[in-house]
């Protein structure tokens, strides 16, 4: 017999179970990350609530959100004089040769710019969900430009090496499944502020 959502004495077919309270949940009392919207396959709304119960006083969410998401944090960047680290992706190419024979060739091609602001919080998508610290950039121009329409398109996990980032991506191409955490954007926030700021002080 299918699972009905024990929250609230929902009783709707359930859609997953709570992996911290054990309990089934139905769409309407599944978790989502407010970030993206995602759905949490293993986390139910009470979790998530309770997971949150963070001190109010916290940075204004709303305020840091708007500010990364309209690019006006990537333009005090610029002005306060603060280059983006470039963006290289190895790019695959079959050069043909004798005999019908091909040889395989790796470009490095420069496809963007970010700031590194720090490591922060992202959380695997996947039946269990798992959340751990990744380096994270702020992207110079993201896909479609700015503004966009979540803060989790405007930064990337990446890894650094020799003044050169590369993104970290779940597939090759298309849409990570590991989404930023909410929390960490007035985190994100400060970081660049205090980029910034360190940059005018010196």
Partial sequence: ?????????????????????GRAFCMSHQAHNEVTGEGYPALCLPCLARRRQVPVAAAPVDQDRQWLASGQAVLDLYAAGIAPLPIVEQRVRWVPQRFGRQRQEIDEVEVGGLWVVGKFAWTEMQEIPETRDWTTGLLAHPGGGYPVSMVARAVT?????????????DAPYGDSWTQLERKEIPRIAKAVRDLIGARRAS
């Fill in 1 to 21: 017999m299918p699972a009905e959502c024990a929250i609230d004495d929902c009783g709707v077919l359930a859609i997953g179970r709570c992996r911290e309270c």
């Fill in 157 to 169: 996990r990446c890894r650094v090496s020799d003044g050169i980032a590369t993104l970290v991506r």
